[in-house]
């Protein structure tokens, strides 16, 4: 009688293994798709202080370009300028831009200092025009640089 308690079905026992096989898959395959996914150093990485430059740089040119600052005669290729001055092509901008966006909080922090600059400079530009007894139009200290208030009226 003792025997027959031990006694197990071949059927059964695969049936065991198949589920602790299926749940072992299923528990590493959470396990490692919960992990952040790496984007590799690019092979020419440009240092961060660098990349808030030439982010800064293209934030400036583009609202040039919004704001129709420039000659219409004269337009502003922005991409082969930031090329030109930081001595990088497109692929190793692309590369480098995706690196630092994949690390979202520092990524942030980097558009922030553009922002900081950005006001910085909109305050200088303003004093400057305040004692010239001129008036800095648009307002860009305001809701130009503010992110939560829609840009287009």
Excluded: W
């Excluded at 065991?16 to 490692?32: E, R, Y």
């Amino acid at each position: 009688m003792a025997n027959d308690y031990f006694l197990i079905d071949n059927d059964d026992v695969n049936t065991i293994v198949m589920k602790k096989i299926i749940l072992t898959f299923c528990f590493a395959t959470i396990l490692f798709s919960c992990q952040k996914a790496v984007i590799e150093k690019p092979e020419k990485q440009i240092d961060e202080a660098v990349m808030v430059d030439i982010l800064y740089d293209l934030s400036l040119m583009e609202a040039i370009k919004s704001q129709n600052l420039s000659d219409s005669d004269n337009t502003i290729n922005s991409s082969g300028y930031i090329y030109k001055k930081y001595k990088i092509d497109s692929i190793q901008f692309v590369q480098n831009n995706k690196f630092y966006a994949s690390d979202v909080d520092n990524y942030k922090k980097m558009f922030d200092k553009v922002k900081s600059r950005l006001e910085n400079e909109a305050n200088k530009l303003d004093t400057i025009m305040k004692k010239k007894g001129e008036k800095l139009t648009p307002n860009i200290t305001s809701s130009y640089l503010n992110p939560d208030q829609p840009q287009v009226k």
